[in-house]
């Protein structure tokens, strides 16, 4: 394909699934969305590889060398910046709240109810052969519906799909930001960044496990640091290639550092949404945002490419890998070569064989049907006026 299009053709093809056709591909982002998706992955294989190694009899040694679970900050600060980008000519529309929904809905949910499903066909047939528990129907619906419960009676709020946790903090800002969407640009930003405020602010005094506890925590501001990003460019502000270089050096130090040791616990410990999240992780990552997109955007060098199609095919990326990680459990309980394997080798087993599902769940499932359902969605949905800031787009 490289061969035959050349990078034109491909930039073309990582645009983001339902995206606006008025805007652009920011081909760094879909790169940062690749990278995000990749060290959720490499941090979850870590642990599958910890379990399998540990139970012959061996030992596993994890990389601390990233904060491998702040690829969910980064998707979150990802997410603000691209709903700004995106949502360019729907700012002070009338009718903008109807569109966005539609589009976030056609984008996010079919796959992941999609997936969900499959899980629960797979633990319906582990339960019945004395696994683990199958749940109850009002955990199964709140988990379809995006509603934080405690499904397990574990007072730890994961839908039946255990991924799905993070989607239950997308779906909510997306309704934050719908409630704005229908103001002009600065008075919409303005009014959802103050409720993320408000919000971590009712969340001191909420007692929990609850819904309500779950969305107040302070992780959701980094979807706050996303727009306050997108602000930034949709104004035309750039800084310097000097001052980009010094922002992205010292988010990386930051990032990397990790003060206050919030990635670096034992394997399969679930790190806390609270504020030591945000300023290790957080702000770190929205420097780095910023100095990847406050300035010109580079031409996209060949060896890039990769990381730019794994962009593309990060959300598939992300809900897939799973059952990569099920599959090599598996053969590693049947193949004796397979369990006796040293844990980086089970770990890079399990990327490729995460990536080889992820592209073909994004070429044959997740794009041919977002495509579908955005057309017979948009179809006799009143227009919107074409008007797209200079630095907009997705």
């Known amino acids: 394909m490289i061969e035959k299009g050349g990078v034109g053709a491909i930039k073309a093809a990582v645009r983001p699934v339902g995206a606006a056709p008025a805007t652009r591909t920011l081909w760094t982002v879909q790169a940062l969305r690749g990278a995000a998706a990749l060290m959720v992955v490499i941090g979850h294989g ?104 405690d499904t397990y009676g574990d007072e730890r709020l994961f839908p039946v799909f255990d991924l799905g946790w993070t989607l239950n903090y997308e779906m909510f800002f997306y309704a934050l930001f719908a409630l704005v969407v229908v103001l002009p640009r600065r008075a919409a930003l303005a009014t959802v960044g103050g409720l993320l405020l408000a919000l971590v602010g009712i969340g001191t005094i909420v007692p929990g496990p609850s819904a309500l506890w779950f969305w107040t925590r302070p992780i959701i501001l980094d979807f706050g640091l996303g727009l306050a990003v997108g602000a930034l460019t949709g104004r035309g502000v750039t800084l310097p290639p000097i001052g980009r270089i010094l922002l992205a050096a010292v988010g990386a130090a930051m990032l990397f550092a990790d003060p206050f040791h919030i990635f670096d616990g034992a394997a399969g410990v679930t790190v806390a949404n609270d504020w030591p999240r945000v300023l290790c992780a957080g702000f770190p990552i929205a420097m780095l945002l910023a100095a990847a997109v406050l300035g010109p955007e580079p031409g996209m060098p060949r060896a890039m490419l990769p990381a730019a199609l794994v962009g593309d095919a990060s959300y598939s990326l992300y809900l897939v890998h799973p059952f990569a990680l099920i599959l090599t459990e598996k053969l590693a309980q049947k193949l004796v070569f397979v369990r006796m394997a040293q844990g980086w080798q089970l770990v890079g087993f399990m990327v490729v064989v995460a990536l080889v599902l992820a592209f073909a769940v994004h070429r044959w499932i997740e794009r041919p049907m977002t495509a579908h359902l955005a057309r017979r969605v948009v179809r006799g949905s009143p227009s919107l006026p074409r008007r797209v800031a200079v630095h907009s787009g997705e």
């Open 46 to 149: 870590q642990s599958a590889a910890a379990g399998i190694v540990t139970a012959a009899g061996g030992y596993f040694a994890r990389s601390t060398l990233l904060p491998w679970g702040a690829g969910v900050d980064l998707f979150f600060i990802l997410s603000g910046f691209i709903m700004v980008h995106a949502s360019a000519r729907l700012f002070g529309q009338r009718n903008a709240r109807a569109e966005f929904l539609r589009r976030r809905l056609v984008r996010i949910v079919p796959l992941y109810w999609l997936v969900t499903t499959l899980f629960l066909a797979l633990l319906a047939a582990a339960t019945m052969k004395g696994g683990d528990p199958f749940p109850d129907a009002g955990a199964i619906l709140a988990s379809y519906a995006f509603f934080p419960a």
